[in-house]
């Protein structure tokens, strides 16, 4: 493994260093004491923290935070912004690219499995979906709703009903989509075509204990209800329709808004769907033979 001497030696070739784990484990604190440590700047890998919309549901680094060291592609687009996996892998070569002129190292963090993986591996060329296709999927996913089309994925690829969040009607789709299209599982095609990076990778995944996880989690969502996510689901409500908002934290809330459950019920909804979030996130690390394990209370 990288250690401190050997970078400020100089032996080293462009490193990567991926610092990733399940929600509320702590990746935010470390990523940016690991940024100050190589004097780089972080490149975030959160599929929920891209949209300047969602601040608070998504646990976007404070001001100071952002302030101590620089982050790249972080409240970037906005949620009407068509964004995709392709989309992100463009545009985090490119900044990796730049800050590689000058840098030797560059931090990478957040959440999103697939995410990193298309840094790490890229991702096969996957053909455009047929018109009618989508539309089909969509309008059962409108008339069935989302159990509907989470039992149609996980028959279809049931390793990526696996990975996936499944809360996530977006991602569910997609992997229903390309399978219509192709006839072949997502979950294959993703990891057929592995591209050869020009520069070394260093995957960190941060662990707690589950209990300790947990109260973590109930402890962000308790803050986050406190610092005013009610208020900013309630701006967003409108745009309920929008995929990037069928995310945990405002989709709860939503149904609230929409009388079907209390807020109190919606607040226990979401500290349950994060737990379960942060469990399908450790199963898609986990799957991964590559990544060093550090027990963050250690």
């Known amino acids: 493994m990288m250690t401190v001497e050997s970078y400020k030696e100089g032996v080293l070739e462009k490193t990567l260093i991926i610092i990733t784990g399940p929600t509320a484990v702590g990746k935010t604190e470390i990523a940016i004491n690991c940024a100050k440590l190589f004097d780089t700047d ?52 490119q900044v990796l690219d730049e800050l590689f002129r000058t840098k030797d190292v560059v931090v990478m963090t957040g959440g999103s499995g697939m995410y990193i993986d298309t840094i790490c591996h890229g991702i096969a060329d996957i053909p455009d979906i047929d018109f009618k296709i989508r539309e089909d999927v969509k309008q059962k996913y409108q008339e069935f709703g989302l159990e509907y089309i989470q039992k149609w994925l996980q028959r279809v690829d049931p390793e990526y009903f696996e990975q996936v969040e499944i809360s996530n009607p977006q991602r569910v789709i997609r992997g229903i989509e390309i399978f219509e299209q192709t006839g072949e599982k997502y979950s294959q095609l993703r990891i057929f075509k592995k591209k050869k990076r020009d520069f070394n990778i260093i995957k960190i995944c941060l662990l707690r204990p589950k209990e300790e996880l947990h109260k973590r989690i109930h402890c962000r969502v308790d803050k986050m209800i406190e610092s005013g996510l009610i208020e900013e689901a309630k701006l967003l409500h409108k745009y309920k329709g929008i995929s990037a908002l069928n995310t945990v934290g405002y989709r709860e809330l939503f149904d609230y808004f929409d009388n079907k459950i209390t807020l109190e019920q919606a607040i226990e909804n979401i500290k349950t769907n994060t737990r379960r979030y942060a469990k399908r996130q450790l199963t898609w690390f986990r799957r991964s033979k590559d990544y060093y394990y550090i027990n963050i209370e250690n």
Do not use: W
């Open 42 to 93: 972080i490149i975030s890998c959160d599929s929920r923290q891209f949209y300047k919309e969602m601040n608070i549901g998504t646990a976007v680094p404070s001001t100071e935070e952002l302030e101590s060291v620089k982050h790249h592609l972080i409240q970037h687009i906005s949620v009407h912004d068509y964004y995709n996996v392709s989309t992100f892998e463009k545009e985090a070569l």
